[in-house]
C-alpha cells in the first residue's frame, strides 16, 4: 500500500481518547505499529558512529552511518537536549538541505503492523505515549534502534543523499528547529562517491532551450540536416505578405547562426521547363553534398548547394503524397496516394508499382527490407516486403481512423511510430503494439537519434482558440526509445500551431542540437541541449594531523559548462556557508585541530539546476609527539557505538573504548604510570591509560546518559511510526545512454 502525498509521517488519528480505542483508529488510518523483541540485537558495526548538532544545541547520534546493507540493517540512533513540548520522529530520510524538510522519509502504510523504520518520541505524558510512541528521558534523551535499507517507498538512497534525520512530528510539521540529520550510506557507496544530489532538479536533468529564430527560409515544410555536410535544407512554401519576393523553393542555411547560403527557387514543370516551385519533402540526403526532395504537385527534384536551379522528373497520375529514397541508387520510393512505385530519377519511369487499399504516407525500413504503408481513414497499418514488393501483414492502428499523423521508423530498432491526433503508436519491427504515448496537442513528427538511442516528437497545437483543449502553443518531447521514458524535460513551442502546416523535425546527431519548423510563423527554431550537474569525482572523507595540508578535489559535468564553489559547515551539516575564494576545482588549506568534524562539500551551478557533491568530514587529530609526552587529546577521547564519550586522560596512549551505550561524561582520569595503570573514572566515564607501557584501565558504569542520571535503561519494546511524508517526492533517474548530456 502506498504512501498518500500531504500526509505528515506516523500521523496518528484524531482525539484524545483512551490508546486501547485510539490503537484501533490508528490501525484504520493505516498506522499500526509492531513491536521489537526486547534484547534484539544491533546489527554489526559497518561504519563509525556520527554526531550531528542541532540548531537548539541537540545532540543526534548514529552508531553506523557508511557501509551499510543496501538489503536492510538495524542501527542504534541515541539523542539528547531535545525540547520537552514538542513530539519528533526519528527515520531514514531523504536530504534536502539546510532548512528544507527532510522527506520522503522510509516507512509507509504497513497493515500487517510490522514497521520497524522509525520511532516516534513524545514528551512525558503526551496523549500518544504507550501504544503509539514512547517519551523522551530525561534531558531530553532517547535511545532507539530502527531498521532502514537503501530503497522503499518512494525513497532510493543509491540515488539521493539520505540521512538519519528526527523532525518535529506532524503536529508541528513546518516546525525546523527538530531538524537534525547524520548522513548515511549503502552497500559501499560512500558519501564522496561521483553523482552528488540535484538542489532543484534532479542531477543530469536533460532540458532543451530555444537559442535562436530563423526567419529566412519562408513557410518551412520540411527540414534536413545533411550528414555529411552538416548543412541544414529546408524545404519550403511562400509565406504571403512576409517580403517582397516569391520565397517558394529549397533553402540552404548554416545551422549555426541561420544565414542563407543557397535558395534553388525552380524546377522543371510537367512540359520540362523550369518554373518556381515550393519544395515539399524532402526525400533523403545525396552523397557529399544535396538533397533529393519532392516539389508540387508531381515533381521529384535534386539538387546542392549553390546550384542555380533544380534537375528533376515530372510523373505521371495522382499527385505525390510522400516520398523517401529507393531501394537502388537513383530510384526513389513514391506514393500517389494508395499507389506505391518505385521510380527512376533520371528518366520518371516507375520499374514496379503496387497499390495498396488505401493509404497515402509511408516510411521505408531499409535495413530490414520492410516499408510501412498508413492508411489513417481506415485506421489501417500495412507492411510491404520490399523486395517482393508485396503487402505481407496488415495491422490495425487504435484510435488513428479519419485522422492524419505522420509515420517514420526508428532506424535503429526498426520499430516504426505513427502519430494519430494526440497519440503516438509504437508497433516494433514485426508489428506488434508496444506503447501509446499521449500528448496534449497534435502529433505532427517524430525523429531519431541512433547515438542517444532517443526519440524526439513535435506536437502542435490544433490553433482553434475556441476549442478548450487548445491555447496555441506546441511540444517537444523526447522519449527513450528502449523503454519509452521521458527522457527531458517538455519544451513548450509557443505559437507553433497547425492552422497553417504540419511541423517538422532534425536532430543533429548526439541530440545537442535540435531544429523545429513552425510554418505558422514562418520560422525554424534553433533549440540546444542543457544538462543540469552531474558530479564525475567527489571528495572522500579527509583525515590529517594538526598543520597538514588537505586538498580536496571534485568535478561535474553539465551543458552549459557548471561553475564550483566549495562550502563549509561547522555545526554537522546543519549550516553551511561558501569558502573565500573556493571557486576551483581543488580546495586546498591547513588542517586544524579546531576544524575536526567539519563538513565539506562543492556545490555546482549552471542555468539548468545546482548539484551537490555529499558532504564528507575532516578528521583532525594531534601532531604526533615523542614518547613519554603527554597528551590529553588522544588519551582521553573515547568512541561509542550510540554517542559521545568525554574523558582528561592526562597521558599519551589510546585508552579510548567503543561502547554500545549512549552519550557518556566522564570524569578526570589520573596520570598513568610505566606499566600502564590509570585511575578510573566517575559514573559513566571512560577513562584512558599511560604511555608507558601496558593497558590502560578503562571503568564504563551504567548505560550512558540515562545510567548517568541514576535512570535504569531497559532493551526497550521498539515501535515504528510508518512515515508518510508531506509533500511526498518520488526521484527516478533519468536514463544516460551516450556522452556527458545523458
Known amino acids: 500500500m502506498t504512501s498518500t502525498p500531504g500526509t505528515a509521517p506516523g500521523t496518528p488519528p484524531s482525539g484524545r481518547r483512551r490508546l486501547g480505542r485510539r490503537a484501533g483508529t490508528a490501525a484504520a488510518a493505516a498506522l499500526l505499529l509492531a513491536a521489537i523483541p526486547t534484547g534484539a540485537a544491533v546489527s554489526a558495526d559497518a561504519g563509525t558512529p556520527r554526531t550531528a548538532t542541532g540548531p537548539q ?35 531514514l530520510c531523504k536530504d534536502n538541505g539546510d532548512n528544507r524538510v527532510p522527506s520522503p522519509c522510509l516507512g509507509g502504510a504497513d497493515m500487517s503492523g510490522g514497521s520497524k523504520t522509525s520511532q516516534w518520541i513524545v514528551p512525558p505524558g503526551d496523549p500518544y505515549e504507550g501504544d503509539l510512541a514512547r517519551a523522551f528521558g530525561p534531558g531530553g534523551t532517547f535511545d532507539v534502534e530502527i531498521e532502514i535499507s537503501a530503497k522503499g517507498d518512494g525513497l532510493d538512497c543509491a540515488e539521493v543523499a539520505c540521512s538519519l534525520v528526527t523532525r518535529a512530528d506532524h503536529r508541528a ?27 532543484d532538479v534532479p542531477a543530469g536533468t536533460v532540458s532543451y532551450k530555444a537559442a535562436a529564430d530563423f526567419t529566412s527560409a519562408g513557410k518551412p515544410l520540411d527540414l534536413l540536416l545533411h550528414p555529411e555536410s552538416k548543412k541544414l535544407y529546408v524545404g519550403a512554401d511562400n509565406l504571403p505578405d512576409t517580403a517582397d519576393v516569391d520565397e517558394r523553393g529549397l533553402h540552404v542555411l548554416n545551422p549555426e547562426d541561420g544565414k542563407a547560403e543557397s535558395w ?7 512540359t520540362g521547363e523550369v518554373r518556381a516551385s515550393a519544395a515539399a519533402r524532402i526525400a533523403g540526403p545525396l552523397p557529399g553534398d544535396g538533397v533529393v526532395y519532392h516539389y508540387p504537385l508531381r515533381g521529384v527534384g535534386s539538387a546542392e548547394a549553390g546550384d542555380e536551379k533544380a534537375s528533376g522528373v515530372w510523373l ?20 500517389q496516394g494508395a499507389k506505391l512505385s518505385e521510380i527512376d530519377r533520371a528518366t520518371g519511369a516507375a520499374t514496379r508499382s503496387l497499390t495498396l487499399p488505401g493509404g497515402a504516407q509511408f516510411a521505408a525500413d531499409p535495413a530490414r527490407g520492410a516499408l510501412w504503408f498508413s492508411d489513417f481513414t481506415a485506421g489501417q497499418l500495412h507492411r510491404v516486403d520490399l523486395a517482393s514488393f508485396a503487402v505481407t501483414a496488415s495491422f490495425e492502428l487504435p484510435g488513428a481512423r479519419g485522422t492524419t499523423g505522420f509515420t517514420e521508423t ?27 504515448l499521449v500528448g496534449k496537442d497534435l502529433a505532427r513528427d517524430a525523429a531519431f537519434d541512433a547515438a542517444t538511442g532517443r526519440a524526439y516528437v513535435v506536437w502542435q497545437d490544433g490553433g482553434d482558440l ?22 527531458a524535460k517538455d519544451l513548450s ?52 594531523e594538526d598543520g597538514e595540508e588537505v586538498t580536496l578535489a571534485a568535478a561535474a559535468e553539465g551543458s552549459p559548462e557548471p561553475t564550483v564553489r566549495w562550502q563549509v559547515s561547522a555545526d554537522g551539516a546543519q549550516t553551511w556557508k561558501d569558502v573565500e575564494g573556493a571557486t576551483g576545482p581543488a580546495l586546498t588549506f591547513t588542517a586544524r585541530t579546531a576544524q575536526d568534524g567539519y563538513r565539506y562539500r562543492a ?15 575532516l578528521t583532525v587529530t594531534a601532531a604526533a609527539t615523542g614518547g613519554g609526552e603527554t597528551g590529553g587529546d588522544s588519551g582521553g577521547d573515547a568512541s561509542t557505538s550510540g554517542g559521545s564519550t568525554e574523558g582528561d586522560g592526562t597521558t599519551g596512549s589510546d585508552g579510548g573504548t567503543r561502547s554500545g551505550g549512549g552519550s557518556t561524561t566522564g570524569g578526570s582520569g589520573s596520570t598513568g604510570t610505566a606499566d600502564g595503570s590509570g585511575a578510573s573514572g566517575g559514573t559513566g566515564s571512560t577513562v584512558g591509560g599511560g604511555t608507558g607501557g601496558g593497558t590502560g584501565a578503562a571503568t564504563t558504569s551504567g548505560g550512558g546518559s540515562l545510567a548517568a542520571t541514576g535512570v535504569t535503561v531497559m532493551s526497550a519494546t521498539l515501535v515504528a511510526v510508518a512515515l508518510v511524508g508531506a509533500g511526498l517526492l518520488i526521484h527516478r533517474r533519468t536514463r544516460r545512454r551516450t556522452d556527458g548530456g545523458f
Do not use: C, M
Open 57 to 91: 544545541g541537540q545532540k543526534l547520534t548514529v552508531s553506523a552511518t557508511t557501509g551499510l546493507d543496501p538489503a536492510g540493517e538495524r542501527v542504534r540512533v541515541t539523542g539528547e537536549g531535545y525540547g520537552p513540548r514538542s513530539g519528533i520522529y526519528v527515520a
Open 173 to 199: 510539521s513546518g516546525d525546523r528547529s527538530q531538524d537534525v540529520r547524520v548522513p548515511v550510506a549503502f552497500g559501499g557507496r560512500g558519501p564522496g562517491e561521483p553523482g552528488g544530489e540535484g538542489v
Open 264 to 270: 534553388i527557387s525552380q524546377a522543371p514543370g510537367p
Open 316 to 335: 505521371t497520375g495522382s499527385t505525390i503524397t510522400d516520398i523517401a529514397p529507393g531501394t537502388t541508387p537513383g530510384t526513389v520510393l513514391v506514393a
Open 410 to 436: 526508428d532506424p535503429a530498432t526498426g520499430a516504426v511510430w505513427v502519430g494519430a491526433n494526440r497519440s503516438v503508436l509504437v508497433l516494433d519491427a514485426a508489428g506488434k503494439p508496444l506503447r501509446t
Open 466 to 487: 475556441s476549442d478548450p483543449a487548445n491555447d496555441n502553443n506546441g511540444t517537444l518531447t523526447v522519449y527513450d526509445t528502449e523503454d519509452f521514458a521521458v527522457a
Open 493 to 544: 513551442l509557443p505559437g507553433n500551431h497547425s492552422q497553417s502546416g504540419a511541423a517538422s523535425l532534425a536532430v543533429e546527431p548526439g541530440g545537442a542540437t535540435v531544429f523545429v519548423t513552425s510554418p505558422a510563423e514562418g520560422k525554424i527554431t534553433k533549440l540546444v541541449r542543457q544538462v543540469s550537474p552531474l558530479v564525475t569525482r567527489a571528495p572522500a572523507d579527509p583525515a590529517a
Open 603 to 617: 556545490e555546482f551551478r549552471n542555468d539548468v539546476g545546482t548539484t551537490r557533491t555529499a558532504a564528507v568530514t
